[in-house]
């Protein structure tokens, strides 16, 4: 690839599967600014004005919440987030209505918050008041091991702004081993690569041309499991998401490029969390607690127990965004769009577009990229970057073909939503998240775990599984460049 330059009320934690299908409560947006909601004194629990935090070293947040219809869900129950809260920091929590109050267990509260969420049943008082006159008071030991940290707004959990309505796990409960579900996705449903093509979504000029000359760059790079970490052989992406019990790193950039947006933030990154083994060096980290994604290109020293974590280059882009204005990608997308993850893999579908890397570009880009890669020597129908590239097969026909059903998944999501032009770099294929998020960690790698399952071939010596995504389809025929406007959202 390209560089980017170039007791009481009983509280319970939803570890049964009835509990997993109940939707997460959303924060309003009362004192909430942009995609964060800060940690206040105790003496907002009336849900009036932010004050500076108890001289105790005690902090609330308040939730005004609304229910969310769940599916089998008591009316006579209410479920909360618990996002970005350490179990070990909590002290307490109460429901507050008008004129009454009621306590919730402290040891299901610390529970509940390792999953991110609390259901619990309301008290005869409660049912009596309207939800949204009802109050979640959390309160917060601030430790030296576990400081004072903006909590993450989930409101997109139920809203839809962020990932997929009523998709669990949700948002503000992922870490080092709790990955994203294979229904999550980053950014908003605005998104470009959360937009579906319709059915009259109009090609651009040249399409068959442009595709002939991406087809002439080489075969579709096929998927490989079981190189994480491995040199030039893991060329993927690895998305990290961190607590606030992770390390502080201090982020310096070292290339001469003029001002790198990210130079000198302080991010919390787990401390086993690694880039991948490839030239690119690729590491990304979503902070639950901000809202931010942080991407950066090139690792070259990331020190035990935080630091100075140096690049080349790197950026940042709001999780609840549309994923654009990184850089860290040769287009300047958030390092998250449109990867393939495992995850979504094994689940048998993908609901975004997939990000496409080809050999070289026309030096020239179009919405939603804002910057080119490496251009062709002969730019001659070449592909500009952000351009996006739809397989025109019906879900039948996509269906009838003799391929295994993980084949099918991926191809699906070419033919709903494409694939759009991001970096530069080897022939042309989609960008995949890296074997090290799991690794790293000492867990089973994914990639070989869903390849070893499908039983797809094994290669020796280079000692890697292989996702054939070249046979059974016939590229020339049923690839095309739809027009920008599609990505836009204006067609």
């Known amino acids: 690839m390209t560089s980017a330059r170039d007791g009481g009320v009983g509280g319970s934690a939803l570890g049964s599967e009835r509990g997993r299908r109940l939707l997460v409560a959303a924060l309003t947006p009362l004192a909430m600014t942009g995609a964060v909601m800060t940690t206040t004194s105790s003496a907002e629990a009336a849900g009036r004005g932010a004050r ?101 707004n989930p409101v997109a959990i139920a809203s839809g702004a962020l990932g997929n309505p009523g998709c669990l796990p949700a948002y503000g409960t992922f870490g080092a081993v709790a990955r994203p579900p294979g229904c999550w996705r980053p950014y908003s449903p605005q998104s470009a690569f959360n937009r579906e093509i319709s059915a009259g979504a109009p090609s651009e000029a040249g399409s068959s041309a442009i595709v002939g000359r991406v087809l002439s760059f080489g075969r579709l790079e096929n998927v490989l499991a079981g190189t994480a970490g491995r040199g ?77 974590l140096t ?30 993850r495992a995850e979504e893999l094994a689940s048998g579908r993908i609901n975004h577009a997939l990000l496409m890397n080809v050999r070289c570009d026309s030096g020239s880009w179009v919405y939603p990229a804002t910057k080119g890669g490496s251009p062709c020597p002969d730019r001659t129908n070449a592909p500009a970057e952000g351009m996006r590239f739809q397989l025109t097969m019906t879900d039948a026909q996509i269906a009838a073909l003799p391929v295994p059903d993980w084949k099918k998944a991926v191809l699906e999501a070419m033919a709903h939503y494409g694939m759009i032009v991001g970096d530069t770099g080897g022939s042309w294929g989609i ?37 054939d995504l070249n046979d059974g389809v016939d590229w020339a025929r049923y690839l095309r460049v739809v027009k920008p406007c599609v990505s836009e959202g204006t067609c």
């Open 431 to 467: 960008a995949q998240e890296s074997g090290v998020v799991y690794t790293s960690f000492g867990q089973p790698d994914r990639w070989v775990t869903l390849a070893q399952q499908y039983r797809v071939p094994y290669y020796a010596p280079d000692q890697d599984y292989v996702f």
């Open 311 to 340: 690049i080349r280059w790197g950026g940042k882009t709001p999780i609840a965004g549309n994923g654009l204005g990184s850089d860290a990608v040769a287009a300047q997308y958030g390092t998250a769009a449109g990867v393939l």
């Open 232 to 308: 030039e052989l893991d060329g993927g992406r690895p998305v990290y998401y961190s607590s606030p019990a992770d390390p502080v790193f201090r982020v310096h950039c070292t290339e001469s490029w003029g001002t790198c947006a990210i130079e000198g933030a302080q991010i919390r990154i787990a401390d086993r969390a690694r880039p991948a083994g490839g030239s690119d060096a690729h590491l990304s980290v979503v902070d639950q607690a901000s809202g931010w994604e942080y991407d950066f290109w090139g690792v070259e020293s990331k020190p035990a127990g935080g630091g100075a």
């Open 52 to 152: 500076a935090p108890a001289p105790n070293g005690v902090a609330s947040a308040v939730a005004a919440v609304r229910r969310v219809a769940p599916v089998g869900a008591t009316p006579r129950s209410l479920t909360f987030p618990l996002t970005a809260l350490a179990p070990a920091a909590l002290e307490s929590a109460r429901l507050v209505g008008r004129h009454h109050r009621a306590r919730i267990s402290l040891r299901h509260l610390q529970a509940a918050a390792r999953e991110g969420r609390v259901q619990v049943r309301r008290p005869r008082w409660a049912r009596r008041i309207r939800v949204k006159r009802l109050r979640l008071v959390l309160r917060v030991r601030t430790a030296r091991s576990v400081p004072r940290v903006a909590v993450a």
